[in-house]
């Protein structure tokens, strides 16, 4: 009998231990208005500006409570076998594809996380706290995610630019870019950064030129005649 009670108790233990373990993570997932910040960010991501606006109403109203779980959205990425079956799929044979791709569901890592970064500068220095998740997705190119961090970083503000700073010597064009255009969202406080910026100004391609006198111009800083229209 004891030999059949045992694993019994083990079981009936393990099963309390997970639910306990789910009921504690969903109790500590934001919710506003009976939709979670996943879920709110979806539509940020498909919907119009109607809904985009509804769901930066949304992650205004939560506040802070909703930066954390951006900021592990900012870093979502889909299943590798999720991955690999939707980079297959044409391979699998019409009357069974559909079927296939509906039960396996859609891919959405590249878009939630441009969608958190963009999220992410509605809150402006509210979101001071997604700053290090925010500076490592600098470096993420999928679907533009690299240059919402940087508008991103420049709404939190002062504490930002010496990430930004730092940023402007990376050596992929795109992130400098995206560290220049946020130091300029920052506005006066990047002051340190007009040097910096001159010089890439100076020296950097057009892309980089052209956003670099752009990001002087919101400092308040000088740039030199015509490199702004």
Not at 35 to 47: D, G, P
Not at 90 to 110: A, C, D, K, Q, S
Not at 220 to 229: E, H, Q
Request: charged letters at 20%.
């Amino acid at each position: 009998m004891k030999e059949r009670l045992l694993p019994l108790l083990a079981g009936l233990t393990f099963c309390v231990f997970v639910g306990i373990c789910v009921y504690r993570l969903k109790s500590h997932i934001p919710v506003y208005q009976g939709k979670t910040v996943k879920a709110w960010l979806i539509e940020f991501s498909a919907r119009g500006p109607d809904g985009r606006q509804e769901a930066e109403a949304a992650f205004g109203a939560l506040g802070t409570n909703a930066v954390p779980e951006l900021a592990r959205l900012l870093r979502a990425d889909d299943a590798r076998w999720r991955r690999l079956i939707w980079s297959h799929a044409t391979r699998i044979p019409m009357w069974l594809r559909m079927p296939v791709l509906r039960r396996v569901g859609p891919l959405r890592g590249y878009l939630l996380r441009p969608a958190a970064a963009r999220a992410l500068a509605s809150l402006g220095p509210v979101a001071a706290a997604a700053e290090p998740d925010l500076t490592r997705a600098l470096q993420d190119k999928v679907n533009g995610t690299y240059w919402e961090a940087g508008t991103a970083l420049g709404r939190i503000g002062k504490q930002s630019v010496p990430d930004l700073m730092f940023a402007l010597r990376d050596p992929d064009t795109l992130v400098r870019c995206a560290a220049a255009y946020g130091l300029g969202e920052v506005g006066p406080d990047a002051a340190p950064a007009v040097p910096a910026l001159l010089q890439m100004q100076r020296g950097g391609n057009t892309n980089e030129q052209y956003i670099a006198a752009r990001s002087l111009s919101k400092i308040g800083a000088r740039a030199p005649p015509g490199a702004f229209p």
